[in-house]
């Protein structure tokens, strides 16, 4: 399998012969206002360029939708991925949102599910602390991961916008994937409420599952972003993680 970073969330899976897009935000840098309701909201997004061409970045099999969020799913994506490819979503909802942008293919994720052979489950999360959820759970909304299993491949575990929280350690006992995506740049609201991993929750997913390779996805492209790469590889570095936890630069990938 091959795995390549290519802004934000946003992700390219070579994975058993098909090629995955994961949550397509694709929008130029600076295009969009920041996100209110979020620290450093004056700043506009994205912060960072596409370090590819969209017309290689769409050049895929299928895409996955972790949730509909903003910086996950944009005009310019909906513009650009050709409107009859396998799309998949969490529920019902995200699937009505995808089939309104124009896409006749829209499948939503059951418990287990089979595409191409390759196995795909869907997995919870918790986009924030439970403070902030408590306050701003209609905004933050519902979200999801997903694991892909194949006879030939490494077992890949994209656990999407969330903490650590029971959910993920759920999935990581359940599941043992060899590898795992940690969305990771603490995204803040106001208040310092964190939504999704800082050092501290990648840390406990790190000892959740000893035997992982886990990459830091998510980093430096968002104005709520606390957490930047320099200061992540820091924190690895002085706790002896390096050798298991990547932080890829956008356009960088790994083969497994």
């Known amino acids: 399998m091959q795995f390549t970073q290519i802004r934000n969330a946003t992700l390219k899976i070579n994975y058993a012969g098909q090629k995955f897009l994961i949550d397509p935000w694709l929008a130029e840098k600076d295009a969009i206002p920041g996100f209110g309701g979020c620290i450093n909201d004056h700043i506009r997004n994205p912060t960072a360029e596409l370090p590819m061409s969209i017309s290689e970045i769409v050049d895929v099999d299928a895409v996955i939708l972790t949730h509909d969020h903003p910086d996950h799913w944009d005009e310019a994506a909906r513009n650009a991925i050709r409107k009859n490819i396998p799309f998949f979503v969490q529920h019902e909802k995200d699937a009505r949102t995808i089939r309104s942008a124009g896409f006749s293919n829209v499948r939503v994720l059951n418990e287990i599910n089979d595409y191409e052979g390759i196995t ?137």
């Open 120 to 256: 795909l489950i869907k997995t919870p999360g918790q986009h924030g602390k439970p403070k902030v959820l408590e306050n701003m759970k209609a905004l933050l909304g519902e979200v999801s991961g997903v694991i892909f299993k194949h006879p030939d491949e490494k077992s890949f575990y994209i656990a999407g916008d969330t903490v650590w929280c029971q959910a993920v350690e759920g999935s990581l006992r359940q599941f043992h994937p060899d590898i795992v995506v940690l969305n990771s740049c603490d995204a803040q609201v106001i208040g310092n409420e964190s939504i999704i991993m800082g050092k501290q929750d990648i840390y406990e997913v790190y000892k959740a599952a000893p035997e992982a390779t886990i990459i830091a996805s998510h980093m430096e492209a968002v104005n709520h972003a606390t957490l930047s790469r320099k200061e992540l590889r820091e924190f690895l570095n002085e706790k002896g993680m390096t050798q298991r936890v990547l932080v890829p630069e956008d356009g960088e990938f790994y083969i497994f």
